[in-house]
């Protein structure tokens, strides 16, 4: 199936795997490469911190660290979502160059990102892989460590698990439609990029299971906890009696 302009094959996913195209009337945001780079003008807002503010205003915790982390996390996943549906399906990957690519920091899924061209790439695990870790995670990561101080192995376990989350939702869908080709080209894929390494050390496989060796930090929002593949099996610091009441 080759890639069409709407890239309409994505939209029965839901909205976490669509990706918006087009030049849209009235969108401001700046190119993804722009923001990484903190290339900020008098025009255009500082969208990382931006989508900090936001993160910390919806979770109700003030640690920029976490922050960070958790909107990291979030962009690492709505691209692996819409590229690895991408590959499965279309058989091909739009190209994901972050010039290519608007983010709305205010906006959720799937109005935060819009592609304003469609050119298609091949859609083999190396493609994915120059497309999603060595585009736009490198340069995010390198951006929120610098800026927040977030360690680089919690960054990539964030970009693991987030990875292993959209693998898990397609295999569901997949299996759901009768789609086994999907399901087998979603694993094969997979198998690949978390041998890349940069997730190979990540954490550990188990099936469409994930444990990683870092944590989020999650557990820091009110309320939060750990996360199912966290390699914490309790909040840090808390007791036995109090994580299990």
């Not at 989020?216 to 840090?236: A, E, H, K």
Request: net charge positive; hydrophobic share 40%; glycine share 10%.
């Amino acid at each position: 199936m080759e890639l069409d302009p709407g890239l309409t094959a994505l939209r029965p996913l839901g909205g976490f795997f669509v990706l918006r195209t087009g030049r849209p009337a009235g969108l401001t945001a700046s190119p993804l490469d722009q923001t990484y780079a903190g290339q900020l003008t008098g025009v255009q807002p500082d969208a990382l911190a931006e989508r900090i503010g936001v993160v910390a205003d919806r979770l109700r915790v003030r640690e920029p660290r976490v922050c960070a982390s958790l909107a990291q996390q979030g962009l690492a996943a709505r691209l692996w979502a819409a590229a690895l549906a991408s590959a499965t399906l279309y058989g091909s990957l739009p190209d994901l160059d972050p010039r290519l690519l608007r983010w709305d920091p205010a906006a959720t899924a799937p109005d935060d990102l819009w592609l304003t061209e469609v050119r298609p790439l091949p859609g083999d695990a190396d493609t994915l892989a120059d497309t999603v870790l060595h585009a736009h995670l490198e340069p995010l990561g390198e951006a929120l460590t610098r800026r927040y101080g977030v360690a680089p192995g919690l960054l990539w376990g964030n970009a693991a698990s987030a990875l292993a989350g959209a693998v898990r939702q397609l295999g569901h869908w997949a299996r759901a439609n009768s789609r086994a080709d999907v399901v087998h080209q979603t694993m094969t894929l997979a198998d690949s990029l978390f041998a890349h390494p940069l997730l190979r050390d990540t954490g550990v496989r188990s099936g469409t299971g994930f444990r990683r060796r870092s944590c989020c930090l999650y557990y820091r929002v009110p309320g939060g906890g750990v996360c199912g593949d966290c390699c914490f099996t309790r909040p840090p610091g808390s007791s036995p009696r109090a994580a299990s009441g």
